[in-house]
């Protein structure tokens, strides 16, 4: 089979999606899948990606795609009708399928808020033929009390209220996503129960796991004239497990698959789920909110990277220099919070050209189904991104490059900045580690049990068994210098330098800007500070930025906003000290230019 990704038309949005076309015989159904919202769409986006795979080897030609103003797509949170160009959007997706892969009918596979999205666009009248709904709810109501008792979770790990700075964007904020105030009305008011069904058709119902279904929703669709049938949707919390962890529900795939292909004709018993590496195909580049976007493949032997390069219009003065946005973590390209889009797409508009990187493994890259922790920590994926880099010399003109990352990503960009001599700078943005270490975990839980210990008679105890508390500090310093010594790690990322010390060392001796940003409580921070390995002052290239605890991935729209300012400025100085003229200040729509940083 092949992907084909580009760009189509969905009202005032450009939209991008991924078509997965079986090779050889196709059938007469084509499938358009409907991603659910924030959070839950980072999650599944790679499981999502290898069940279209499983539905074109069964001879179904299947279409993912970004909803308006997420992800890759158009537009953002705020604009205007965005609810309704969310239901226009799968009549839209559903047509672009059947004009590309020539197909008969279409069936939609929405998940929880993507399922209730299709079912008022076929309560409109939209040409779809079946429904999988997998998790959906009768109400938005249901799916809203949800994100706001995740909202609340989240909080915990965040500054109190009081403390916090203001949100700075109106609406209401859930797993680092924005849902604005016109589209949190129009979802109060959505009551999937209450539309009326189209007479053909067919509809299968799966539950998330082994919770019951919505049973104001059962009694609409059986109340219906749709052919209706249910069943238990087993693997949906491990499809929403981290983007790292999540894995493609095979079971409940298989039982898609089987009910989408029922009428077209009887199949055998089939073999285990497959996924061949694909071979994949571009089409097209489009405008995006004052740049071009294209999509960017790096085809390496069995190695190919997905990206999206985000390039200055033409009549804009152009940098030398590229920006580089790693993964954060199992995250997509679009980066934490869909972060890396707002950025590519503001610096593009100030003549600096940029690539939203999935490296192997991750989002819509080939490679393993997912990546677990210490395989995100090895040394290859260091070498994708020089692969990158030199692509991007030789085909694009860059020259220079700022490497930019979150958490994993942020410890790739550290050793790329130290391997690589066309790096000239680097964001590093909550690193956990900054060379793997398999015992970190585990000595940061028995740090936090430790820190329980604050009451003095917690603390006369530890003295009258021998332990002092300088004893502790001292020792946490010998072990963590020890494990800033060069180890064989097996494939590993590791430092290469006796101490970190080193390491700012030869930044400096380099002329290489090095930025790391910690959130306060950021367990990395604290332990280079009780070690003495953060960055001297003296030190005018390598400096350590502290922002308020917004949660290691920036969720908070304070966070987020903070985390922008903080970029803006190293970004502008970096490039600014390249080339002074090259660069102008341009203030973008979040009322967010390159000025002072409160930090």
């Not at 580690?433 to 820190?451: C, E, K, N, Q, T």
């Not at 003295?463 to 494990?483: H, K, N, P, T």
């Not at 003495?532 to 290691?552: A, D, Y």
Request: glycine residues 10%.
């Amino acid at each position: 089979m092949n992907t084909l990704h580009s760009w189509f038309r969905s009202g005032n949005y450009s939209l991008l999606g991924h078509v997965d076309v079986p090779r050889q015989k196709r059938g007469r159904v084509g499938v358009v899948i409907v991603p659910p919202f924030g959070w839950e769409d980072v999650c599944c986006y790679r499981p999502l990606r290898f069940l279209a795979q499983k539905f074109a080897q069964m001879g179904m030609p299947t279409l993912r795609y970004d909803l308006p103003g997420t992800g890759d797509s158009s537009g953002d949170a705020r604009d205007p009708g965005l609810f309704e160009s969310w239901i226009q959007s799968v009549a839209d997706a559903a047509a672009e399928l059947r004009n590309s892969a020539e197909v008969e009918k279409i069936a939609v596979v929405g998940i929880h808020l993507g399922a209730m999205l299709a079912m008022t666009a076929a309560s409109r009248g939209a040409n779809l033929q079946d429904l999988v709904l997998w998790g959906p709810a009768a109400k938005g109501r249901s799916v809203l009390r949800e994100l706001r008792a995740v909202a609340n979770v989240e909080r915990w790990e965040y500054l109190s209220e009081q403390e916090a700075p203001p949100q700075p964007i109106p609406g209401f904020e859930a797993g680092g996503f924005l849902i604005a105030p016109e589209t949190l009305r129009a979802l109060e008011a959505l009551d999937i129960s209450a539309l009326s069904w189209p007479e053909a058709g067919r509809i299968l119902l799966l539950s998330r796991d082994d919770l019951p279904h919505d049973a104001k929703l059962v009694d609409a669709l059986q109340s219906s004239q749709a052919q209706v049938e249910m069943a238990v949707g087993r693997g949906y919390s491990a499809m929403m497990a981290t983007p790292q962890e999540a894995v493609c529900p095979e079971d409940t795939g298989r039982l898609i698959g089987e009910f989408l292909t029922r009428e077209v004709q009887e199949r055998g018993k089939r073999d285990a789920i497959e996924f061949p590496g694909t071979r994949s195909t571009v089409i097209g580049e489009r405008d995006a909110d004052g740049s071009l976007e294209t999509i960017y493949r790096i085809e390496n032997s069995s190695l190919g990277m997905f990206g999206i390069l985000t390039e200055p219009r033409p009549g804009i003065p152009r940098s030398d220099y590229g920006l580089l946005y790693l993964n954060a973590g199992g995250v997509r390209h679009t980066g934490p919070n869909r972060m890396w889009v707002e950025s590519a797409r503001r610096w593009a508009a100030r003549g600096v050209a940029s690539l939203r990187l999935d490296l192997e493994g991750i989002g819509e890259s080939e490679g393993e189904q997912y990546l677990d922790i210490p395989a995100l920590y090895q040394k290859r994926l260091v070498e994708q991104i020089e692969i990158a880099i030199e692509s991007l010399r030789w085909h694009i003109g860059m020259k220079r490059f700022v490497a930019i990352g979150l958490c994993s990503g942020a410890c790739w960009a550290f050793h790329t900045a130290i391997r690589n001599a066309d790096v000239d700078a680097a964001i590093l943005l909550n690193p956990s580690v900054l060379y793997w270490d398999p015992g970190a975990d585990r000595r940061r839980i028995l740090r936090r049990m430790a820190s329980g210990l604050r009451g003095w008679a917690d603390w006369a105890r530890m003295v009258r068994g021998g332990i002092e508390r300088g004893d502790i500090q001292r020792g946490a310093r010998r072990i963590f210098e020890r494990l800033g010594r060069r180890r064989e790690g097996g494939g590993h990322l590791q430092l290469g330098f006796e101490t970190l010390a080193e390491a700012w060392s030869e930044f400096e001796r380099n002329k290489k800007r090095v930025t790391l940003v910690f959130r306060e409580g950021e367990p990395l921070l604290a332990e280079m500070e009780a070690s003495g390995q953060l960055p001297l002052e003296t030190n005018s290239w390598v400096r350590c930025i502290r922002v308020p605890n917004g949660g290691h991935t920036c969720r908070p729209l304070w966070a987020q906003k903070l985390v922008h300012d903080v970029m803006d400025v190293e970004l502008a100085s970096v490039i600014r000290a390249a080339s002074p003229t090259s660069i102008e200040k341009q203030p973008d729509d979040r009322g967010l230019s390159p000025q002072t940083v409160h930090a």
